[in-house]
């Protein structure tokens, strides 16, 4: 049974529609992915997907295990291709990867034999910065992600929480327009993913950036975002696009709104596997020289 949200409240409510005020920065139009099948047809991974999202908002994704969280990640940022539909960002169409958008995986896709500098460097070398910035900017994301110390250290010498922030350092060096995660955070122990998760809503606060996050694990989900969409499996489909009934920051999951959002999205995901649908922070001030956020602009 779905367990209804109950109405926001006003200071909430407020917030969140302030933030659709703001500019879309993502528009997705009844997309569909389709992969091919071994007797040579066609299955579709998603079905007619539509969203939008804002400048500064930070959406997160959840649903059952082969709903297609992943596959939509991915075809935003253009390493997939749909079958139909469009993909825009900042109004202009996605026709592949582009420096508008960047992806940080479960996996930390670091490059072994660079230094942690290096690794930051190397994203802003592919962007085409001039050699003369690469080296300060590269220093300024590190001091932003808190690992200043350990620029010249090698990913094989840094904890999996430390390697995430690098990825997620280069990811942002580019100075993206949306950061797409696809479950950064699986691969850490409980204390570290705590600690992943408020450092990167403290980044979040500090730059111009859309987040769209990959997760599904709800509680994660119900801390970070301003809305979560929600996929019902084979194939993807959007079923709700939920308001989280808080401010973000330090957010009470135990308060009876926040669990009666969490017990709604149980519903959703419990209905997809009763159906057989599926199977399967502290504070810190860096000075930065690039693109931040208005300080007029509030998220909160």
């Known amino acids: 049974m779905n367990v209804q949200?109950?109405?926001?409240?006003?200071?909430?409510a407020d917030r969140l529609a302030r933030l659709k005020q703001r500019t879309p920065v993502l528009k997705v139009t009844d997309l569909v992915?389709?992969?091919?099948?071994?007797?040579?047809?066609?299955?579709?991974?998603?079905?007619?997907?539509?969203?939008?999202?804002?400048?500064?908002?930070?959406?997160?994704?959840?649903?059952?295990s082969g709903c297609g969280k992943s596959t939509l990640a991915r075809t935003i940022a253009g390493l997939e291709k749909?079958?139909?539909?469009?993909?825009?960002?900042?109004?202009e169409p996605v026709s592949g990867p582009a420096p508008d958008r960047a992806m940080v995986f479960q996996a930390y896709t670091l490059f072994p034999w660079l230094s942690v500098l290096g690794n930051v460097k190397?994203?802003?070398?592919?962007?085409?910065k001039e050699a003369s910035v690469v080296e300060s900017e590269a220093e300024q994301w590190l001091g932003l992600v808190g690992l200043e110390p350990f620029a010249q250290s090698y990913p094989h010498q840094l904890s999996g929480g430390m390697k995430q922030r690098v990825a997620i350092a280069r990811a942002l060096a580019i100075q993206p327009r949306i950061l797409l995660m696809d479950e950064p955070f699986s691969a850490l122990d409980e204390r570290t993913r705590a600690r992943m998760q408020a450092h990167l809503i403290d980044i979040w606060r500090k730059i111009d950036i859309t987040v769209l996050f990959i997760t599904h694990d709800l509680s994660e989900a119900l801390l970070l975002a301003d809305r979560i969409l929600v996929l019902r499996a084979n194939p993807g489909r959007v079923v709700e696009l939920l308001?989280?009934?808080?401010?973000?920051?330090?957010?009470?999951?135990?308060s009876p709104a926040?669990?009666?959002?969490?017990?709604?999205?149980?519903?959703?995901?419990?209905?997809?596997?009763?159906?057989?649908?599926?199977?399967?922070?502290?504070?810190?001030?860096?000075p930065l020289t690039v693109r931040l956020?208005?300080?007029?602009d509030t998220i909160d």
């Open 5 to 12: 949200v109950p109405p926001l409240d006003r200071t909430v």
């Open 33 to 64: 992915k389709t992969v091919p099948t071994p007797e040579g047809g066609e299955r579709v991974v998603l079905d007619r997907i539509n969203l939008t999202t804002y400048r500064r908002e930070f959406v997160c994704i959840v649903g059952p």
């Open 82 to 91: 749909a079958k139909s539909g469009q993909i825009l960002v900042a109004g």
């Open 122 to 128: 190397f994203g802003l070398r592919m962007a085409g």
């Open 243 to 254: 308001e989280v009934p808080a401010l973000p920051g330090n957010r009470d999951l135990g």
């Open 258 to 286: 926040m669990h009666a959002a969490r017990t709604h999205l149980e519903s959703y995901i419990h209905a997809d596997e009763s159906n057989g649908e599926d199977t399967a922070a502290e504070e810190r001030n860096i």
């Open 293 to 296: 956020a208005d300080v007029t």
